[in-house]
């Protein structure tokens, strides 16, 4: 289908065109890579290039930039990342508008990549469009065209926020793939040491953390995951600490207060195949036990009491060399 654009709209210059396509060719085949942050940053600088153009334009008329936002929304949302899923959204709603302001009838935005896209989110309805549709039009009545379509976007953007908000399901896939990028990141398997306790002794845990950096191996620990401040990823966090768990050669726990981890050390033995497991606690004297149930205390795990950091750094240092 040919879509028609209103009279403002200004054709590409020859040049313009020919550099907007071959962005479009290389955005094309980072996709087909499968290298959505790269193909996300190539339409960026499309859209960006569009932008700077249009800046030199006459007053009063404009490009169209909507197919450049749309694939922009696109790349994001194809990222799979649960706190950009809003963001990929509002990028697909930009192109809605440009498509509204350019587009000679209503027809031919219902007919357009952008709306077709929103509609597929439940959460995202049509009296929600067709708000912005009634205020576009008015906007065209009074010929009060927009360059940025965020200028319209900002009037609606207490309802924006909201149907964005919870676009789609978060998956732990999609959790996992978050996670895999972080430990791959922090270093090989081989070297991965967990960290794990009560959170109420946050500052001891760092301390261990930092006494298996200053041996060369890389301390892992779940709150350490940026996504873990984000609300929706709530439900995930015991899976995935599990899976941290088991991405490591080598787990430290912290047991003198017990908490939540005895979950985590309960499941350590099912990975005992490829991981060593070490659980420390503090005593006054050597023969104290630490307040943990007597079945974790006969587990096959290396049981380490210590009186001091001194003693900790020792015995942490001969663990990771065995």
Do not use: W
């Not at 569009?50 to 936002?69: C, D, I, N, Q, W």
């Not at 708000?131 to 906007?139: G, H, N, P, T």
């Not at 789609?168 to 960290?195: A, S, Y």
């Not at 930092?210 to 966090?237: C, G, H, N, R, W």
């Amino acid at each position: 289908m040919t879509f028609m654009a209103q009279k403002y709209v200004a054709k590409l210059p020859e040049k313009l065109a020919e550099r907007l396509h071959d962005k479009d060719l290389e955005a094309v085949s980072l996709i087909i890579e499968g290298n959505y942050k790269a193909a996300e940053k190539a339409f960026e600088l499309q859209y960006q290039m569009m932008v700077f153009e249009e800046g030199k334009l006459p007053v009063g008329t404009r490009y169209h930039k909507g197919a450049s936002l749309h694939s922009l929304g696109i790349s994001i949302l194809m990222q799979k990342e649960p706190m950009r899923i809003q963001e990929g959204y509002q990028k697909i709603l930009l192109a809605y508008i440009e498509d509204l302001l350019d587009f000679d009838n209503i027809d031919q935005v219902r007919s357009s990549l952008a709306y077709k896209e929103l509609l597929l989110n439940p959460s995202i309805k049509k009296e929600l469009l067709e708000s912005i549709e009634q205020y576009v039009k008015r906007l065209k009545a009074g010929q009060q065209i927009p360059r940025n379509p965020e200028d319209i976007l900002k009037a609606f953007e207490g309802k924006v926020l909201v149907a964005t908000a919870q676009t789609r399901e978060i998956t732990m896939e999609q959790v996992r793939n978050t996670m895999d990028e972080f430990l791959e990141k922090k270093g090989k398997i081989e070297q991965r040491v967990f960290v794990g306790g009560s959170y109420k002794n946050i500052a001891l845990l760092r301390h261990i953390a930092s006494i298996v950096e200053d041996f060369d191996f890389v301390a892992i620990m779940p709150i350490e995951l940026p996504a873990t401040s984000d609300p929706a990823y709530e439900k995930f966090i015991h899976d995935v600490s599990i899976e941290m768990l088991q991405k490591c050669s080598y787990a430290i726990f912290e047991v003198t207060i017990s908490n939540g981890h005895l979950m985590e050390i309960e499941r350590a033995r099912d990975f005992k195949d490829h991981l060593r497991t070490m659980l420390a606690y503090q005593t006054t004297r050597q023969e104290d036990r630490p307040m943990v149930t007597k079945m974790l205390m006969t587990r096959d795990f290396k049981k380490v009491p210590y009186r001091n950091f001194s003693e900790l750094t020792t015995e942490i240092r001969a663990f990771l060399a065995t």
